[in-house]
Structures are given as C-alpha cells and as structure tokens.
C-alpha cells in the first residue's frame, strides 16, 4: 500500500513561491496517477493538479493554471508542486493524493473519489 507524508509548506507574502513536496512508499506509487488538493478553513477541497503515472500527463484548476506547476519522479518517488505567483486566496492545506486504482492510467485524474490514498496534508499561508 502507498503511503505519502506531504512536506514545505509555511508562510510566504503574495507574489512569492513555495515548492511542495510528497514522499511516497509503497511499490505502486510509480505506476499510480497523482494529485494535489487543497482545503481553505470553511470551504470545501477543490482540485488543484494531477499527473498521469508517467508525468506527461498533467491537469490543472483553472485558478492555478500558469502559476503551478505539478511534476513527478518516479525514481525517488517524490511528486512536487512547485507554486509561483502566490495569492491570498491560495491560503488551505494541500494534500497529496495516489489512485492506485488506477494503475498506469495515462489521464491526470481531478475527481477526489478517483484517489484512495491520501497523505495527512501541509499548511500553506498566503500573506497580502
């Protein structure tokens, strides 16, 4: 089973970057699609990027599309979100997410319920 501990999150003024890391374990991970989400205090968790399990693959919310960048190395089984450009609104915590279900699927899936792992998240503050 695929395990993932979510890592650099923390404070940044607007207009700055954060590069959000997820570690995984687990011998599916390289063969699993992979998402970021993100839940902001009182509001619902949205989608924010996926990757297909070979990383050629990617998807993105309209609201970060040009400012995130969702990537993946399979060979240290690590998936990053590298975040420019930050905004307030970009304040939640961000969770890392496998769809072992979906093995080798070559789709960045953006449904939540297409992922059944899900890592215990990393606080991000937006500063204005």
């Known amino acids: 089973q695929v395990q993932l501990v979510e890592s650099g999150g923390g404070l940044v003024q607007a207009g700055g970057s954060l590069r959000l890391s997820c570690a995984a374990s687990g011998r599916t991970f390289s063969s699993s699609p992979m998402g970021w989400f993100r839940q902001a205090p009182g509001k619902e968790r949205e989608f924010v990027a996926a990757?297909?399990?070979?990383?050629?693959?990617?998807n993105y919310a309209d609201s970060v599309k040009g400012r995130f960048t969702i990537s993946r190395d399979n060979a240290k089984k690590m998936v990053y979100l590298q975040m420019d450009s930050l905004k307030p609104e970009d304040t939640a915590v961000y969770y890392c997410?496998?769809?072992?279900?979906?093995?080798?699927?070559?789709?960045?899936?953006?449904?939540?319920?297409?992922?059944?792992?899900w890592g215990q998240g990393t606080q991000v503050t937006v500063s204005s």
């Open positions: 990757t297909s399990w070979t990383g050629v693959n990617t």
């Open positions: 997410a496998a769809g072992t279900k979906y093995y080798y699927s070559s789709y960045a899936h953006s449904a939540g319920g297409d992922y059944d792992v």
